[in-house]
């Protein structure tokens, strides 16, 4: 009896104390940073109030209030910081904050207004997926102290309206809200007060003072070649193959009597390519007032219609022709791409015009009108800036204007100084972006070689990168 | 009449440019309330009021194919009767089922293409009235009388009889009238059964259209289209799964160049080379293709495009560029 006593007392005794400190830790933790046990699938999401005793994670997700005597195994942040977001209208703060996470880590948020704390409304979000201050230099800048920490955006906030169902709230401009993380860890979540900021309206985005100051620079050059121009009307501009066949084209149509078909492109008015067209559309009617051919445009957009019959009108009427114009030559068709399609096809094979005019921005239309005036036998001269219709109108038409051409054709073909002048400014601009584009690939290619252990530092040779790059 | 012809133009063009620039770096509410305003409004308010000018035109343009019996005109015949469809058609219940009790909904869909008609109606009788030519006078006379018939059907006879009917059984949602176009209604029906197929069929057309392009740019007449149908043939190939099959050069292969090119110029070799290497085949040249030279092209086009749109937007804010205004000097 004493040969197996001893030895379970023994066992019994050895037991204890290591019971004991198996539990230790356990204790310690529940009372130094209480969680919730049983957190919901997405607890960011849970209403702040009213939740039962059975689940009590929906409320304590938002407030951050944990129930005692649970196990603490949420990753805790640091460096936490709450601050009104930059460059914005005042209705949205940032929380920045470190965080070692695992990939399942979620991370919520929640407001305090009134003394009620609502959920900030966010889609359950990973931490993984959240941004970090490096990402966002529109904020930070390029080079922020402490790279690596995490930026959680809120805007808004859910609340639950008179008729009892949850609303989403956008913050208010220059409002004082109090704000709780929240992280969520597998079946257990934690929220961490961050303090109280105020949501400021900013009347300026720095994140775009590149770009305005580029702007600005940019058209100061137009302007003073614009206005050099008048000194000096003699300026050299390149030949435009398209451009210089205008008016061969529009003389054949008007040797074989049949007219001249102009589209605008498929865009409305408010897309500067369509405006660049319409110019066009102004110069080319010229001629054809002159050569006294007849000249159709089938329009997409009515307010495009309006605008070219008022070009053509004027066009018509500087030529010395008001006689000859006609308005139901420029007419609506439909607004439906394919409808107008078929319809400009039609007319295409009905009419047999000598020569057509295909300017503006197209979509998937581009190749069949292209390919049905290629059939007819017309002279074709396209342009447009929609890179993915570029090709299929340099493989059926005579002539292409390829991109910046499209909004050179209307000053080339006027000729006029002041317009050649914008085109030359034109040229100092792309002269200046080459050189940046040279600077930029040796300054990086030059950072990633020295960018070495051991190599120099303290130098940001992507600086041209950095500066020439969009911030958000 | 020269200041509001020519100035006040460049004026409001200036203002609005400059107004739209400075917008675009404030981000308070203010300044997205303005665009909101612009953008939400003006614009459909400008283009409402244009597209009534668009549907005139397009029916004076079809009307006087018909009338003066030009090449296809039968099919302005059907484009004008299919026209009448849709507006009669969108009168029509969106559900002819009758609820019982509640009040009549006060605009429909079809009180609203009522009022379009006779509007239409109106501003065609107007233009009828103040004269032009011969033929254009005729067509727009037509055009009155067509759509002042449709919109007083619609209004005064569809309309009154189905609030008749509605008053009659006391219903609140009859025939005739719908607050919205719903999926079973007889306007949709034709929309999803003759204008989707028709539309499709028109698009699907394209593939033919590319062929036959395509055909044209491959003749390998010169350097350029030669290096076009090579890239074009390889990039083609490499965007379906038989290029990933097309292996030109193994992995193993490859890794036994470069680890003989690290050799030569003493470099130490990578112990991951075997795994950061893979075989080189059709995909992985159609996606360099894509990525690196088509990228690059793409991008210089880009870059000339948006400083053109610089310069033209300079151009129209300072009034140097008018034609679009209807006047070249």
Known sequence: ?472 | MQFLKRRLPVIIAFCAGMVFWVQYYVPSQASQDLLETFTASWAIILFGAAFILGVLSAIEHHWTKITLKKAGYGYSLVALLVFGTMILSGWFPAQPSIRLGGAAPTLSWGMLAATLCLLIGIVSAVSYLLGGNGERRYSRGMTALVFLILGAVGAFVIQPLASGYMLLWKVSNPAFIGQTIKPDSMFMWFFDHCFVPLDSTMFSLLAFYIASAAFRAFRARSFEATALLISGCLVMIGRVPLGEQLILIPKGVLVSWYTAYLHLVNLPVPPDLATTLADLNITSIAGWILNSPNSAAQRGILLGVILSQVAISLRIMFGIERTYMGGGE
């Open chain 1, 1 to 472: 009896m004493t040969r197996v006593a001893f030895p379970m007392l023994c066992c019994l005794l050895l037991a204890l104390p290591l019971g004991a400190l198996a539990q230790e830790p356990a204790a310690g933790a529940g009372a130094a940073a209480p969680a919730a046990a049983t957190p919901p699938p997405a607890a960011a999401e849970q209403p702040a109030s009213g939740a039962p005793p059975a689940a009590p994670a929906a409320p304590d997700a938002v407030t951050g209030a944990t129930p005692p005597g649970t196990h603490q195994v949420v990753p805790q942040p640091s460096n936490t910081l709450l601050m009104d977001r930059p460059s914005d209208d005042g209705t949205a703060l940032l929380i920045i904050f470190n965080l070692i996470g695992t990939e399942t880590t979620r991370i919520g948020a929640g407001v305090l207004l009134d003394g009620t704390w609502y959920r900030c409304t966010l889609r359950p979000g990973l931490l993984a997926t959240l941004p970090t201050k490096a990402d966002l230099p529109g904020y930070f800048g390029w080079r922020p102290p402490n790279p690596e920490a995490k930026v959680l955006t809120i805007d808004r906030y859910t609340k639950t309206n008179a008729a009892g169902e949850p609303e989403s709230v956008p913050f208010e401009k220059d409002h004082e809200y109090t704000v709780r993380l929240v992280v969520v860890e597998g079946e257990q979540f934690e929220g961490f007060e961050l303090g109280t900021t105020r949501t400021k309206e900013q009347w300026f985005n720095l994140a775009g003072a590149n770009s305005l100051i580029l702007s600005v620079l940019f058209a100061v050059v137009i302007m003073s070649f614009i206005y050099a121009a008048r000194r000096n009307p003699n300026l050299f501009i390149r030949r435009i193959q398209g451009l210089e066949a205008v008016d061969e084209a529009i003389g054949r149509a008007t040797e074989m009597g049949k007219p001249v078909l102009h589209i605008n492109g498929l865009d409305p008015l408010s897309t500067l390519s369509t405006i660049a067209a319409v110019n066009i559309l102004g110069r080319i009617a010229r001629r054809v007032a002159n050569y006294e051919s007849d000249l159709l445009v089938p329009c997409f957009d009515p307010v495009v219609m309006t605008v070219s019959q008022e070009v053509v009108k004027n066009a018509y009427l500087e030529a010395g022709r008001p006689d000859a114009y006609r308005e139901d030559k420029i007419f609506f068709l439909t607004d439906q791409q394919f409808s107008y399609v078929a319809s400009v096809c039609g007319i295409m094979m009905r009419e047999k015009p000598a020569a057509n005019f295909l300017l503006g921005y197209f979509y998937a239309e581009a190749l069949m009108l292209a390919e049905t005036g290629s059939s007819t036998g017309a002279i074709q001269i396209a342009g447009t800036d929609a890179l993915a219709q570029l090709p299929f109108f340099v493989t059926t038409c005579d002539y292409t204007l390829i991109g910046e051409e499209l909004y050179a054709a209307s000053a080339y073909l006027s000729r006029e100084p002041m317009l050649l002048g914008s085109l030359k400014g034109q040229d100092v601009g792309k002269a200046f972006v080459m050189l940046i584009i040279v600077l930029g690939t040796v300054f990086s290619t030059v950072g990633m070689l020295v960018a070495q252990p051991g190599a120099m530092t303290g130098f940001d040779w992507d600086w041209i990168t950095h500066l020439l790059s969009p911030l958000m």
